[in-house]
């Protein structure tokens, strides 16, 4: 089982970017398809965006279509979100986790998650 740690959130004024990154332990990690997923206050969990473990496929929500990109280092067990073009509506806790396809769904194995907080 993988063990994840994110890092990179923050607070950032609308139209601005972040970069994320989710760093697992464990040999498996280039094994496994990769996603990003959030929670904004009050609201369910949700799909942001997700990577093939060999990088070929990638898939992303709507919301974020065009304004987020997601890509990996296998040599570095890290998977990244670039975030640009931010919205408060982005305003979530950020996850990644590994998942059964690059649309989902996720497999466990929750990091504590990053903040990111977009300022109107």
């Known amino acids: 089982q993988l063990q994840l740690v994110e890092s990179g959130g923050g607070l950032v004024q609308a139209g601005g970017a972040l970069r994320l990154s989710c760093t697992a332990s464990?040999?498996?990690?280039?094994?496994?398809?990769m996603g990003w997923f959030r929670r904004a206050p009050g609201k369910e969990r949700e799909f942001v965006a997700g990577i093939s473990w060999n990088v070929v496929s990638t898939y992303y929500a709507a919301s974020v279509q065009g304004r987020f990109t997601i890509s990996r280092d296998n040599a570095k067990n890290t998977v990244y979100l670039q975030m640009n073009n931010l919205k408060p509506e982005d305003t979530a806790v950020y996850y990644c986790?590994?998942?059964?396809?690059?649309?989902?769904?996720?497999?466990?194995?929750w990091g504590q998650g990053t903040q990111v907080t977009v300022s109107s």
């Open positions: 464990g040999r498996a990690f280039s094994n496994y398809a």
């Open positions: 986790a590994p998942v059964r396809s690059v649309m989902g769904p996720p497999l466990g194995s």
